[in-house]
């Protein structure tokens, strides 16, 4: 069949793997749904209620202040205590003003930064996204160690706030996962 018969067998493929993936859908549900909540195969109560997350998106310094406010705002509500509200406000405001600083200006690209706060019973998770260059604060305060006690003093502030901290970058964005 040559090329057309690899296309074929192409479209094919695909259509039985949709159409196994409905049959598993079908028997772990009961029913046929086509939904991406059914397709991904999660549990409906998989990963955080939407009522315990916040997300913004912070394009410049004003708003990352705004921002720090906010989520302060929305922990005190949750009735997290008042110190470590604070903290998650410092860490997100610091890390903001830093990559919209020194990030924004190494080009001439449009960029953005988007900052996730989860709430779990134990943890606050901090997710920072933004699409700039690559740049792991903790790999760089390990190669940048210094005697001066003000180098590099916001982000060795923010590493010590936090339990555990946490980069990668995928598909061109850096993403820094704070965990207090």
């Not at 604070?86 to 020194?102: D, Q, R, S």
């Not at 923010?158 to 207090?180: F, Q, R």
Request: net charge negative; with cysteine.
């Amino acid at each position: 069949f040559g090329l057309t018969g690899f296309w074929i067998g192409t479209v094919v493929g695909q259509l039985l793997t949709l159409l196994v993936i409905a049959i598993l859908v079908w028997h772990k549900y009961g029913a046929i749904s086509f939904s991406d909540a059914a397709f991904s195969y999660l549990a409906p109560d998989f990963g955080a209620k939407p009522e315990d997350c916040m997300e913004l998106a912070v394009g410049d310094v004003t708003a990352a202040v705004a921002a720090s406010q906010r989520l302060c705002d929305f922990c005190r509500g949750k009735g997290i205590e008042p110190r470590t509200s604070m903290l998650i406000g410092l860490c997100v405001e610091e890390m903001t003003v830093n990559i919209i600083e020194h990030g924004f200006t190494k080009d001439k690209l449009s960029h953005n930064v988007d900052v996730r706060l989860v709430i779990e019973e134990d943890k606050r998770i901090v997710r920072i996204r933004d699409n700039c260059v690559n740049f792991d604060p903790t790999k760089y305060l390990e190669l940048h160690q210094s005697d001066d006690p003000v180098a590099h003093i916001g982000l060795r502030m923010v590493m010590g706030m936090v339990k555990e901290a946490n980069y990668i970058n995928t598909l061109g964005l850096n993403n820094l996962t704070l965990i207090l």
